[in-house]
């Protein structure tokens, strides 16, 4: 009995054995299963990514394009827009010449110049009525002949050139050495104004001047053909009356052709004169 005891614990023994044997490849493959089911529960939770071209263009497109807040970045800012000549500042932070009707101001003169110093520069403004080119002329005397000049030239693009002329006599020739920087300019109710800067000491030539000494101003304006200057509006352009120093700020006004009739000396003494008759009556 005993060793029959022993055998039958043997087999059982053994049975349980083959047993455990036998559930343990399953319990394992279930232990993948379950992990297999909790990788697959991470890529479903995980968002989804397209790897078409399509969706790359987009999202580089949302994210170079966008901003933190979903709106498109803006353009390129507008260029800032002609600021107006002030004529308030005539006489005191700068000098001023005007030519036209009795308290024209930089809108309505026929012809307007401003200069200002501005550290190692001079800044010029000039305005005319007139659909061409306006221009001031550096002269060493009141003739035109030998005059280093800059003009604002409205071509047929509807640009604002400043370029820079030399007079040979009568004539005005263009020099590619051009002074001016800070350039700006506008075409506005059939007016032409610009702005620029150019330098007070320059290089001894010929064709410029040095502006720290004085010249006399050549005031020009007229019509431009396919952006060329031609002859000028009036036969006699008016011209300063002194040499004119930039470091001197004065508000000059001279009367045009129509306001001078009765400004000069012999007009006046022709209407007194006139008037002394009329009263006298004939005998």
């Known amino acids: 009995m005993a060793v029959r005891s022993r055998g039958a614990w043997r087999r059982l023994l ?28 991470e890529e479903a939770a995980r968002p989804h990514h397209d790897s078409s071209y399509g969706t790359f263009a987009s999202e580089f497109y949302d994210l170079r394009y966008l ?33 036209g009707k009795p308290g024209c101001n930089a809108e309505t003169c026929d ?41 604002c030239v409205h071509d047929d693009n509807g640009r604002v050139r400043i370029q820079h002329f030399y007079n040979v006599g009568q004539w005005a020739k263009e020099i590619q050495r051009n002074p001016a920087r800070d350039e700006e300019g506008v075409f506005e109710n059939n007016r032409v104004t610009c702005r620029f800067k150019r330098p007070v000491y320059v290089p001894r030539e010929e064709t410029i ?14 019509p431009a053909i396919q952006g060329s200057i031609t002859r000028h509006d009036i ?21 045009s052709a129509a306001y001078q009739t009765f400004s000069s000396p012999f007009c006046l003494l022709l209407i007194v004169a006139l008037t002394f008759y009329l009263l006298m009556g004939t005998p």
């Open 111 to 151: 012809y307007f110049l401003s200069y200002r110093r501005i550290g190692a520069d001079v800044e010029f403004e000039l305005s005319a009525d007139t659909d061409g080119w306006v221009a001031v002329g550096f002269s060493s005397d009141k003739k035109m002949g030998g005059d280093d000049v800059m003009a």
């Open 14 to 41: 053994l049975l349980l054995l083959l047993a455990g044997s036998a559930a343990s490849p399953a319990e394992e493959g279930g232990g993948r299963r379950e992990a297999g089911g909790g990788e697959q529960g």
């Open 235 to 255: 036969d006699s352009p008016p011209v300063s009356e002194r040499v004119v120093s930039i470091y001197k700020y004065e508000d000059i006004f001279m009367p």
């Open 67 to 99: 901003s933190e807040e979903g709106y498109p970045f803006p353009t390129a800012p507008p260029v800032d827009p002609f600021a107006k000549i002030r004529v308030d500042d005539c006489g005191k932070t700068k000098g001023c010449f005007r030519y």
């Open 209 to 222: 001047v040095d502006l720290h000494l004085s010249w006399y101003y050549l005031f020009a304006w007229g």
